[in-house]
């Protein structure tokens, strides 16, 4: 069949410049056979490839081309006019080449170099994954700088994957042996920042909540980091240095002043021979109480426990104990406690240290300081033990989960040991008129305004009393109440009432009621539900009590301790 073109569609192609594409020069032939000694091979040529367009996709195609120029010659020819008419330059990807030139407008340029970066991030956790699985192992020295980058990297993914890789090969029982942990000192201390860091206006330096949870985790499975700096920072040498008492034996050893590079175990000293030192509770507002505790206690230079290299005397556990039994005689020693009163004040004793010590290492340092500032304000000399008291409370705080379930079965447990055979007592909710006799003449003329009241509430037309003032009548509604809480006159009343009755004056001291019962609960046996927002409190904390144990038996379990309960060893003097 004859293909045939319009004349328009020729006009049109004619006056674009649309001329026919030049010939192809045909591909030479293949051979179709050849021969290989006595064989003929007979060579199967391919089907032939399209060679282009053909005359009506030439001819369409030239259309379309002619027709974008006319429409840009017609749109730049009214841009004199129509400004916005003109053609514009093509927008491009973020990422183009030419964003990143030096040309470039600036915000271009740093769209372009933050969209690399974010594009290359699953690349970046690709490799995290793949080293987390070889570990920072000597013979790739290069890994760890590797993490160490990825920790600061500005995408949140990279950060929590890269956190989650030390923390893959961080721990376990072996972690101290292990060859391929990632527990050195730099990334302890990068993880410890991200875990806990904070800004100077009190914010966390991670704004990742899942990346800081998985940073301690991380910390707490390489055995935790012990930064010396922050724990000198956290807890400085406060006040004037040591004075040695001058009424002391003369073969007794001065205390060394307080060293600005102590260790960290230091951070946490005992109480020096000074002459003073604060006793518990004892701040006011602008300045600490100091004490002379040996007019209170007997300075005793024997050390009663040790946890590492922190030293408890036992003149500190003797204040203790008298700060906390005022009424009993002071102990000359030890000695003279039960031995189950020794055991808790030298358990107690270790268990501060520990948690106080656990502290300093892993709460930030502006919360420290915060927490010290509140509780001794303006103080100029603040006792190490009650700073170890104060930091110990405080991080138990933080640890400790206060707002856990409680399993209904404990409640049932606690309501039946403490409230199963008690009583609810009769309850009433009422409203109530009352005045103070001490606002009129006479009694006689209080009576005379209440009861005019009373019988107004009653539905009674009754004239009002001679100069009377209505401000002095005062309404109130009662809300349910015990009634063994109400005094006599109203208890009587309220339990003799029904329900919307209203009772006569009632008079009580130095004022005058008139009540209306509303309702009335009569003494029946206690409900769980009745008690249980009281059960839930002492389930919690049982609960936080046992979790407190558990969580100084695993600090104790890492340190040195000894004390003079110990049968191995005798008391050591410092």
């Keep these: 069949m004859a293909l045939r073109l319009s004349p328009l569609l020729g006009l049109v192609a004619l006056s674009l410049g649309c001329a026919a594409a030049p010939a192809t020069a045909p591909a030479p032939a293949a051979p179709a056979s050849a021969a290989a000694g006595g064989t003929t091979i007979v060579a199967i040529q391919p089907p032939a490839s399209p060679s282009g367009p053909g005359p009506i996709g030439r001819a369409i195609q030239g259309i379309g081309t002619g027709l974008r120029r006319v429409g840009q010659g017609v749109r730049n020819r009214l841009g004199m006019r129509f400004p916005g008419l003109e053609s514009k330059p093509a927008v491009t990807s973020i990422t183009d080449p030419a964003n990143s030139s030096p040309d470039a407008d600036p915000a271009a340029q740093a769209a372009a170099e933050i969209k690399a970066s974010e594009d290359g991030a699953e690349q970046k956790i690709k490799a995290l994954r793949y080293l987390g699985r070889i570990g920072c192992s000597g013979c790739y020295p290069g890994i760890e700088d590797a993490f160490l980058s990825a920790l600061e990297d500005c995408t949140e993914e990279v950060r929590y994957e890269a956190v989650r890789a030390i923390r893959s090969n961080g721990g376990g029982p072996c972690a101290v042996c292990a060859s391929g942990n990632c527990c050195s000192e730099k990334l302890l201390k990068k993880l410890n920042e991200l875990g806990s860091g904070m800004t100077d206006n009190g914010c966390f330096r991670e704004p990742s909540a899942r990346v800081r949870r998985l940073a301690r985790i991380a910390v707490s499975n390489c055995g935790g980091y012990n930064e010396t700096a922050a724990a000198e920072s956290v807890l400085p040498a406060e006040g004037p240095p040591p004075v040695v008492n001058e009424a002391a034996s003369p073969d007794a050893t001065p205390p060394p002043a307080p060293a600005s590079n102590a260790p960290a175990s230091d951070a946490l000293p005992a109480p020096t021979d000074s002459a003073s030192t604060a006793t518990r509770g004892s701040v006011s507002n602008t300045k600490i109480a100091l004490v002379d505790y040996q007019k209170v206690v007997p300075q005793s230079e024997l050390i009663a426990a040790r946890v590492d290299d922190v030293a408890i005397r036992e003149a500190d556990l003797l ?114 008129l009352s005045v103070n006799k001490q606002d009129f003449a006479t009694r006689a003329a209080a009576i005379e305004t209440l009861d005019f009241a009373r019988q107004r509430a009653l539905g009674v037309d009754a004239p009002a009393p001679s100069g009377f003032r209505g401000e002095r009548i005062h309404f109130a509604v009662n809300a349910w109440t015990p009634l063994d809480t109400v005094p006599g006159a109203r208890r009587d009343a309220l339990s003799r009432l029904k329900p919307g009755a209203i009772s006569g004056v009632i008079d009580e001291g130095e004022m005058l009621y008139v009540c209306r019962l509303l309702e009335r609960r009569e003494a029946r046996p206690l409900t769980l539900d009745d008690v249980r927002p009281q059960l839930v409190a002492a389930a919690r904390q049982e609960s936080a009590s046992r979790f407190d144990d558990v969580y100084v038996e695993q600090l104790r379990s890492k340190a040195r301790i000894w004390s003079l309960l110990d049968d191995a060893n005798d008391p050591v003097e410092p």
């Excluded at 000359?332 to 656990?358: H, M, N, Y």
């Design 319 to 432: 204040l203790e104990y008298v700060v906390h039994h005022p009424k009993q005689p002071i102990p000359g020693s030890l000695e003279d406690l039960p031995f189950a009163t020794r055991q808790q004040l030298i358990k107690d004793a270790i268990g501060r240290v520990l948690l106080a010590r656990e502290a300093a290492r892993r709460m930030p340092a502006e919360q420290v300081a915060m927490l010290i500032a509140s509780a001794f304000p303006g103080a100029s000399e603040i006792n190490p033990r009650e700073k170890e008291q104060l930091l110990a409370e405080a991080w138990m705080q933080q640890v400790r989960n206060t707002t856990q379930p409680v399993d209904e079965a404990a409640l049932q447990r606690l309501f039946a040991a403490r409230y199963a055979t008690q009583q609810a007592p009769a309850q009433a909710r009422w409203e109530q």
